[in-house]
């Protein structure tokens, strides 16, 4: 059974830093497309980020050069290091495999929520 | 980069049929995804491809597209359909992605 679990979310100062961790199970992250998807309260979703089996990493306007995204081959493990965090980096970040011939978003984590606030 | 654009609400009676647009240029070139999400809930996949729904989604379910629009329906909808829903796709670079604004919708 496949499983995505996010954690690292938590309340931290504008201008701080955070890396949110995303344990997978039941298939191989290294082997597919991983993405973060994140939601602001009230808010749509919102694409951040993707790295391909191949190592290849793109990041949507709003978050490049602050944010890095990243996989431990060896803990199957997706993360997103977050820095220069801002008022508008609030929300709730999932994790998602993305099917790479169609582009969908097949199984997503639960969510880990960030809040940047003084 | 690209974007998405749906109504943000519609409405359908208990057991009719609606339609949920997804407009965007992007989707001259790429297939949306449709995902559901439920309040305090995470989104889950339920049309990808042509017209394709992963296991367990109900095939009341429906997807098209043309040219720029892609459609979602959900023929006979039930009560557990309410809820908001989503597109998304590659943008137009194929590298990144985008998702549409959502449209919430209510089953009277």
Redesign the interface.
Known sequence: EVQLVETGGGLIQPGGSLRLSCAASGFTVSSNYMSWVRQAPGKGLEWVSVIYSGGSTYYADSVKGRFTISRDNSKNTLYLQMNSLRAEDTAVYYCARVAPRVGSFDYWGQGTLVTVSS | ?SELTQDPAVSVALGQTVRITCQGDSLRS??A?W?Q?KPGQ????VI??KN?R?SGIPDRFSGSSSGNTASLTITGAQAEDEA?Y?C???DSSG????????TKVTVL
């Open positions: 980069s790429y297939y995804s995902y999400q995470a989104p889950v996949l990808y491809g394709n992963p908001d989503y998304n796709s590659r590298n990144q992605y985008v998702f549409g604004t959502g």
